[in-house]
């Protein structure tokens, strides 16, 4: 049987929190300061975007039927119906599409992230490219950061168009609701900064994201079985950083401290 690994390895979340803080720092400063490297830009946005469009999809289409069902049920009790669609797009832009498809993209890409450069840091690939004068922050962590940031706002609004189809959809089918009447009440609801605040939630969303992920993967220490603990450990802290951000968003928009 083999000997476990020392406790030792495992670094606080405290520790880790701090670090993530800094790492922060580091990337706003290496943003000006330091060099981009497109190519790795670009192969990371393919990897964020493709990876994570469809279960985001499969679960906007999912969690938009399940809405429509059930808040229709009781607008038409109030005899509301009409208000449908501005209900359901209200909720969906402003919540479930940018909280849902950030957590697809948390268990599909941050944990990749912390496993990749966990793997990195247990076999000193890191320390390799600091001896060839190849600051890490920008080769390894930069990318991922900006690709989260470019795609996690497309990746909202495929899933807000797709959702949005979907509860048309499941009105007519399900409570005859007419798309045309659940259409003018989207659009009598919806506004151009319900967008802006959705694109900008999931800009938040992935910086974090991937400042998570990639701090997780670094500050590992031991071997497989630590770089697997940090893979897991990086979604739950990615998961809970999400809705703390969410929450902090909320008071300040709705909470009256911001339009």
Do not use: H
Not at 216 to 224: D, N, P, Q, S
């Amino acid at each position: 049987m083999l000997p476990s690994q020392p406790e030792t390895l495992k670094l606080p979340l405290a520790v880790r929190s701090v670090a993530a803080v800094m790492l922060t720092g580091q990337l706003c400063w290496r943003l000006f300061a330091g060099k981009l490297y497109r190519r790795c830009i670009l192969d990371q946005m393919a990897v964020v975007g493709i990876d994570s469009l469809l279960p985001a999809l499969i679960i906007a289409v999912c969690a938009s039927t399940i809405f429509t069902v059930q808040t229709a049920r009781e607008l038409a009790q109030m005899g509301a119906i009409n208000a449908l669609g501005g209900a359901f797009a209200l909720a969906f832009c402003r919540e479930l599409a940018p909280v849902l498809t950030a957590s697809v993209v948390a268990g599909q890409v941050g944990s990749a992230f912390a496993a990749e450069l966990g793997a990195m840091r247990v076999t000193e690939q890191i320390d390799a490219l600091l001896m060839l004068k190849t600051n890490p922050i920008d080769y390894l962590v930069l990318p991922r950061t900006i690709a989260c940031c470019l795609m996690l706002p497309i990746l909202n609004l495929c899933a807000l168009a797709v959702g949005l189809v979907s509860g048309t959809l499941a009105a007519m089918q399900f409570y005859q609701v007419e798309p045309a009447s659940f259409l003018n009440s989207i659009q009598e609801f919806l506004s151009l900064w319900d967008l802006f605040r959705l694109i900008g939630k999931g800009i938040l969303f992935g910086a974090a994201i991937a400042i998570i992920g990639c701090n997780w993967g670094m500050t590992a220490r031991g071997g497989a079985r630590e770089v697997g603990q940090s893979a897991t450990a990086a979604v739950v802290a990615a998961w809970i950083a999400i809705f703390i951000l969410d929450t902090a968003l909320t008071m300040a928009i709705f909470g009256g401290l911001a339009f």
